[in-house]
């Protein structure tokens, strides 16, 4: 073997192989093994909220509802966000909020950005979009729960 292939080789970044649903934590807001639906058709990844208000400059938010066994009422206030246009799946438009944070998925910890939304209706609290995977991940279809 050539040694300038074989230096090429060990030096690039593994990813990590992970399926279709995982489990993740939002250790900041003491979220533990919530289920996540590994998505490569949406661009960014997005978080449930069950109530969400500007005020004053400061975004005020309760992650997941009742329904969730980790849902904890909790109030989070951030300071640093944005807003954005997103355009969804069924083709609406609709302005939401965009936070960054620490997820830990398949044993990683990543900093990456999420869309606060409602998704009462989803399955899944959780989506994690291309943005977060970019780089860091293969999703293989057949496979859940791998981590």
């Known amino acids: 073997m050539n040694f300038s292939i074989f230096v090429l080789m060990i030096s690039l ?7 279709r649903r995982e489990w993740a934590s939002l250790p900041i807001f003491g979220l ?3 289920e996540v639906k590994i998505d490569t058709g949406a ?3 997005s978080v449930h909220v069950s109530k969400i208000e500007e005020t004053d400059g400061l975004l005020h938010v309760v992650f997941l509802d009742a329904a969730h066994p980790e849902f904890q009422q909790i109030t989070h206030t951030f300071s640093d966000f944005r807003k ?3 355009k969804s799946s069924n083709g609406h438009i609709q302005e939401r909020y965009f936070i960054r944070t620490k ?5 990683r910890i ?3 950005e999420f869309s606060l939304t409602e ?3 989803m399955r899944y609290p959780i989506l994690i979009g291309r943005k977060t995977l970019k ?9 859940k729960y791998t981590h």
């Open 119 to 121: 998704r009462k209706a």
């Open 43 to 45: 661009y960014t990844s």
């Open 32 to 34: 533990k093994k919530v």
């Open 84 to 86: 954005k246009n997103v």
């Open 135 to 143: 780089k860091r991940f293969i999703v293989d279809p057949s496979l």
């Open 13 to 19: 970044p593994t990813k990590t192989i992970i399926g």
């Open 103 to 107: 997820i830990i998925l398949a044993g």
């Open 110 to 112: 990543l900093n990456t």
